[in-house]
């Protein structure tokens, strides 16, 4: 029988993966729009802001699922990384918060272009500075200059800003930047398609650069880190992850698609997986396990007990909202477009 | 400023911003669930265009309420560690549920803003009902963990730290069930009242057939529940003079233990003298009201060590606008119901629109205020009798930075929204949805 604060750990990767995959897709939306360029810039923006339309609030609420999560099974994680992680966290907020508010605003005013200089500046700036602050925390629990020293933080600025964290967090942007065209290429067609192929492999080759300097950088700045990351299971899922993105650069070069959307995606889950099992069985790796930072058993077992049945609620809803609004991304148009 | 003022100021910010937008996000997909299911039933596709009107700017106020949402959780953390150690397990649950309803109205509140082309009519209504249930699970949810910190439950302390957890009994704390009533209906109130007053100003300019039966809607639902209000309002206060004295005599202002004790209205208390200036006195009101008796003996404020009762000037003046307000909308929804039954048919005189249109504020005005009653009447408890605000506190420095920080953020972000709905056609132009 596997512990259950090993199980809510398991929760809260899947939280971490999920807002990845879905809520990072979204991030990546802003950066492209900042990026657009060539003769379809225009139309690039118009995809990609009609494709994040409906989905990101929902995509969004994995973010507060794994708030929630932490603080109901690691509370003393929760309250360990909040204090020591403030600065960047607050960033963060900032980020998601005025990001929200610009999308929301231009939507309102029905402008897909920059004819709202303002909100559509605010949108592309919040859309990177978030994930790359996100990338710094999430980075920083693995950096190993967070002390707890007797239940008391001590984390200084340095705990969170060091060569380590700073690729961490571009690879946080990084990831966000990678999935977003490539799960473009599946709902667009001609052109705008081969657009986005191009810059799927792009983001590819960047993004495997930034993860392979990423370990001689771990070496480096955060040798717990690194030794536990070349070791057993974390290296085999590394290796699947670099093995994960050659093939999806393949399958985006032979134009299949939607292997390639799905390629992508696990691979985004292994490199996070491999990450997450050198952090284990820490929550700050050094300083506190998972299991000095869980909750007392009975809580855990009631948050254990209570996430099936809300998975039988959302599951269903979740695959409803997404089969709604696939293929064309203009949701006034019929999703078939995209399918001829 | 110090960090635990720093830190109360900018929860209390936060909470302020984000409960105006989570009370129109509860409000409304009821009504939106109602338009839509009337325009299914008879056929008049007018019901169908006035909900689909409101889904403009509501879209916009849903946004505001998630992120501003996710401020608040991140805060619980960033500024209440120490309080989130020790409750976490223990609110936890509420917070696990209200996320699962929470993720659910996201889902279908995009479903049915940005599915008119994908998806039936009968669909779009369908998608209203998990809407609403959603909105109103969510609150029901989320009022538990305030409803804990009020009367904490499920836990016994040994050294300091709750052991022997129950969840489930945390969950179902004693405040629970009438703070999540009562929260619940003035989210209904409130978004009724705020809806029905933008189409009475609007009918003030020019009838239109639609402005008419979205006001008939709206006033309906806040009608019905207003005597709801009332009554869920009164269960909240004989429970919270069982379960938290202080709270109730600094509602009241009642200093002096007494049998016979009067109820104050309005007016000023004073602390020091142990008075109040200019209230209004109903003598024995206040026995009644919680005992039932003209003779019950209600405890006051000076009974309970000073340390630990709350300041009745930040609780009294705050109940009296709760419930003053709540009168208010009586009246306007009482005459606004008797002239229409007098004259039959709809359009109701320039008068009362008027009226609907003074009144349309005192709904979220009364939440409000009801929610600083709550916050202010638990001090200086973070979770009641166990810890103190002061201990729950950040021990990070730099928070009055923050709170400045994220004031800003509030400021922008308010600024802009006004903007935006005084002039939505200037933008509206060239747009295509």
Redesign the interface.
């Known amino acids: 029988m596997i512990a259950p604060e090993t199980m809510a750990a398991g929760v809260l990767f899947a939280g971490l993966a999920l807002y990845a995959l879905f809520g990072g897709a979204d991030f990546g939306g802003g950066v492209w729009t900042a990026l657009a360029w060539g003769p379809r810039a225009a139309i690039q923006r118009k995809a990609l802001f009609h494709a994040i339309g409906p989905v990101w609030e929902t995509n969004h609420v994995w973010l507060i699922f794994m708030i929630v999560t932490l603080f109901t099974a690691f509370p003393a994680g929760f309250a360990a990384i909040s204090i020591a992680l403030m600065t960047p966290l607050v960033v963060a907020l900032i980020g998601i918060n005025f990001r929200g508010a610009a999308f929301a605003f231009r939507h309102f005013g029905g402008d897909t272009e920059r004819r709202v200089p303002l909100g559509a500046r605010t949108f592309e700036i919040a859309s990177a500075i978030t994930p790359f602050t996100m990338g710094m925390a999430v980075t920083a629990l693995a950096a190993g200059r967070i002390a707890v020293v007797n239940g008391t933080v001590e984390a200084g600025l340095g705990s969170w800003i060091n060569p380590f964290t700073v690729v961490g967090g571009v690879i946080g942007l990084g990831i966000c930047a990678y999935l977003t065209p490539i799960y473009m290429t599946v709902r667009v067609t001609g052109d705008l398609q081969e657009d986005f192929r191009l810059r799927g492999i792009a983001a590819g080759l960047a993004l495997g650069f930034l993860t392979a300097v990423q370990i001689p950088v771990a070496i480096w700045q955060a040798p717990p880190f690194a030794d536990r990351l070349l070791d057993s299971w974390p290296l085999a899922l590394v290796a699947c992850a670099a093995a994960g993105g050659v093939t999806t650069q393949i399958l985006l070069w032979r134009r299949l698609f939607l292997t390639a959307q799905i390629v992508a995606a696990g691979t985004v889950s292994l490199t996070l997986a491999g990450f997450a099992a050198a952090l284990f069985p820490d929550i700050l790796i050094g300083q506190m396990s998972l299991s000095a930072a869980a909750a007392p058993r009975p809580a855990l077992i009631a948050f254990l007990t209570v996430l099936p049945f809300g998975a039988l609620v959302l599951v269903p809803s979740l695959l409803y909202l997404y089969w709604t609004f696939r293929g064309e991304p203009d949701t006034e148009l019929p999703p078939a477009d995209a399918e001829r | 400023m110090d960090n635990v003022l720093a830190a109360r100021a900018l929860m209390g910010i936060s909470l302020a911003f984000h409960i105006i937008y989570a009370t129109i996000g509860i409000g409304l997909p009821l009504m939106l669930m109602i338009a839509e299911g009337v325009a299914l039933k008879t056929g008049d596709d007018t019901w169908h265009d006035i909900a689909r009107r409101w889904i403009?700017?509501a879209?916009?106020l849903?946004?505001?309420g998630?992120?501003?949402?996710?401020?608040l959780?991140?805060e619980?953390?960033?500024l209440w560690?120490?309080f989130?150690?020790?409750?976490?397990?223990?609110i936890?649950?509420a917070?696990?549920?209200?996320?699962?309803a929470?993720?659910?109205e996201?889902?279908?509140?995009?479903?049915y803003?940005?599915?008119?082309?994908?998806?039936s009519r009968r669909a779009l209504f369908l998608c209203t009902i998990?809407l609403a249930l959603a909105a109103a699970l969510s609150a029901v949810f989320v009022i538990s963990a305030n409803g804990w910190m009020n009367t904490p439950a499920g836990f016994r302390l040994a050294n300091g730290v709750?052991?022997d957890?129950?969840?489930?009994a945390a969950l179902a704390n004693p405040a629970w069930a009438h703070e999540a009533v009562h929260g619940t209906l003035a989210a209904y109130v409130a978004t009724g009242f705020a809806v029905a007053g933008y189409h009475a100003a609007r009918l003030l300019r020019s009838r239109e057939n639609a402005d008419l039966k979205a006001l008939s809607l709206s006033m309906a639902v806040a009608t019905v529940a207003l005597p709801f209000m009332l009554a869920s309002g009164d269960w909240a206060a004989t429970a919270v003079a069982r379960h938290q004295k202080p709270k109730l005599a600094a509602m009241e202002a009642h200093f002096r233990t007494s049998a016979e004790a009067p109820l104050i209205i309005g007016g000023w208390p004073d602390p020091e003298k142990e008075t109040v200036h200019f209230g209004l006195e109903i003598p024995k009101g206040l026995s009644i009201l919680v005992h039932r008796d003209p003779n019950g003996v209600v405890e006051g404020l000076r009974e309970f060590p000073a340390d630990e009762v709350p300041d009745p000037r930040l609780v009294h003046p705050f109940f009296n606008l709760m419930v003053g307000s709540f009168f208010i909308m009586a009246v306007a929804a009482g005459t606004y119901w008797w002239l229409r039954w007098r004259r039959r048919e709809l359009p109701v005189g320039r008068g009362a629109l008027l009226l609907l249109v003074a009144a349309s504020p005192f709904g979220l005005l009364a939440l409000e205020s009801g929610w600083m009653v709550t916050e202010f009447g638990r001090q200086p408890w973070i979770i009641q009798g166990y810890m103190r605000v002061a201990e729950g506190v950040?021990?990070?420095g730099?928070v009055p930075l923050?709170f400045g920080?994220?004031f800003l953020?509030y400021v922008?972000?308010t600024w802009?929204?006004f903007r935006?709905l005084a002039n939505?056609r200037r933008?509206?132009a060239?747009?295509?949805?």
């Open positions: 403009r700017p879209a916009v849903f946004a505001i998630a992120v501003s949402g996710t401020i959780s991140f619980l953390g960033l560690p120490a989130m150690a020790f409750s976490g397990p223990l936890g649950l917070f696990s549920m209200e996320g699962f929470f993720f659910t996201a889902i279908f509140l995009a479903l803003i940005y599915g008119e082309r994908r998806l998990p709750p052991v957890l129950r969840p489930f950040t021990p990070h730099g923050v920080t994220f953020v922008a972000l802009g929204l935006l939505p933008t509206r060239g747009g295509n949805a």
